[in-house]
């Protein structure tokens, strides 16, 4: 386990951008395209009690909890209103165009998209991020090579269909996000923090438990708490 001592920045790199660093949620809009956790399911149950346990700590003002309504695995990243970077925009779509133009051409050409196979995905829990910054991100894995596949099939032809492909697309880590980190924790707190995830971990995979998401969901939001389902993506089996 790695416990960073020191800090580049004098706040977390998601403060001014998404979160105050007092929790406050800050606008961020965009659109997405992801698959909500289903909340009857055993890994949502499980992350409610690993949030109720990390809210616990004395240093949990220094997360920024995500309601678990939110809890979600993206499919492909869309765009941040924000963030006016021809890697991360439209190549079809002038980047002084607006957001609402934005998510209509996303919302025509997704009405055309077809998922070649039926949902659901399988996933398990792989490992708690460990980046500079992060804040409470479980890492999932595809369960197999065989939905490896499907997820990384679907990304590749979501990225042709919307004419996007950002950097890493290839490595690009699904995961569900808990929280943001607003403030640095101390080596201390990090240590432990990292233990209450590891020791999660090591409970969830003891069971060898997995978790089934069903149909991608295309969405807007308008800050990280709430993510609006415009529709589901269809499949060639299903309207």
């Known amino acids: 386990m790695?416990?960073?001592?020191?800090?580049?920045?004098?706040?977390p790199p998601y403060v001014g951008k998404r979160f105050l660093s007092d929790g406050s949620v800050q606008t961020c809009e965009g659109n997405t395209v992801i698959c909500h956790l289903p909340e009857h399911s055993v890994l949502y149950?499980?992350?409610l009690d690993l949030r109720a346990e990390i809210q616990a700590q004395p240093y949990a003002y220094k997360y920024a909890f995500l309601p678990p309504q939110s809890y979600h695995m993206t499919v492909f990243n869309g765009v941040l209103d924000s963030v006016?970077?021809?890697q991360q925009w439209p190549a079809d779509l002038p980047l002084d165009a607006s957001l609402q133009a934005c998510?209509?051409?996303?919302?025509?050409?997704?009405?055309n998209f077809t998922l070649p196979d039926l949902p659901p995905y399988r996933l398990r829990p792989a490992s708690f991020g460990r980046h500079l910054g992060d804040g409470l991100v479980l890492?999932?894995?595809?369960?197999d090579d065989i939905e490896n596949a499907r997820l990384r099939g679907l990304r590749d032809r979501l990225s042709e269909h919307l004419q996007m492909r950002f950097a890493g697309h290839e490595?690009?880590?699904f995961?569900?996000?808990i929280a943001y980190l607003v403030q640095w924790l101390t080596p201390e707190e990090e240590a432990h923090s990292f233990a209450l995830q590891d020791a999660f971990l090591g409970r969830w995979q003891a069971a060898q438990l997995s978790v089934s998401l069903g149909r991608p969901e295309f969405c807007v939001f308008q800050d990280m708490c709430f993510f609006d389902r415009q529709f589901y993506l269809r499949s060639m089996d299903h309207d």
């Open 2 to 11: 790695t416990v960073q001592t020191c800090h580049p920045t004098p706040f």
């Open 45 to 47: 149950r499980a992350l």
């Open 84 to 86: 006016r970077d021809p």
């Open 103 to 111: 998510t209509a051409l996303f919302a025509e050409k997704l009405r």
């Open 139 to 143: 890492n999932i894995a595809p369960l």
């Open 171 to 173: 490595q690009y880590p």
């Open 175 to 177: 995961h569900i996000t």
